[in-house]
Nanobody
Framework: QVQLVASGGGLVQAGGSLRLSCAAS????????VGWFRQAPGKEREFVAA????????YYAASVKGRFTISRDNASNTVYLQMNSLKAEDTAVFYC??????????????????WGQGTQVTVSS
């Protein structure tokens, strides 16, 4: 069966960095775009970043653009989210997800077929 395993979360001070990983199995990885979403307590899940099947196109929420970088390695079925200059408001559970769609569809969580279990990111101020 399809599995997406998110890892790399933790506790970091404001201004620090973390790198999240999303390891996929059970699907033809290069046929799926991958997105990262996050959900803070009491808030809806929101789009953070996405990367196209080949990795040539990336998309970011305005709140993270310039601080976060998404990348993928299709040889190892892994997507990464490098997060720099972290802020307290980045505190959330981060989820990775896979979608067969492309382009602007990446921004909408309803377009994703498979979801990972989430990894907690806590930024202390």
């Amino acid at each position: 069966q399809v599995q997406l395993v998110a890892s790399g979360g933790g506790l970091v001070q404001a201004g620090g960095s973390l790198r999240l990983s999303c390891a996929a199995s059970g699907l033809i990885f290069s046929s799926y775009g991958v997105g990262w979403f996050r959900q803070a307590p009491g808030k809806e899940r929101e789009f953070v970043a996405a990367i196209s099947r080949s990795g040539t196109s990336t998309y970011y929420a305005a709140s993270v653009k310039g601080r976060f970088t998404i990348s993928r390695d299709n040889a190892s079925n892994t997507v990464y989210l490098q997060m720099n200059s972290l802020k307290a408001e980045d505190t959330a559970v981060f989820y990775c997800a896979a979608t067969p769609y492309s382009g602007r569809s990446y921004m909408f969580l309803g377009n994703y077929d498979y979801w990972g279990q989430g990894t907690q990111v806590t930024v202390s101020s």
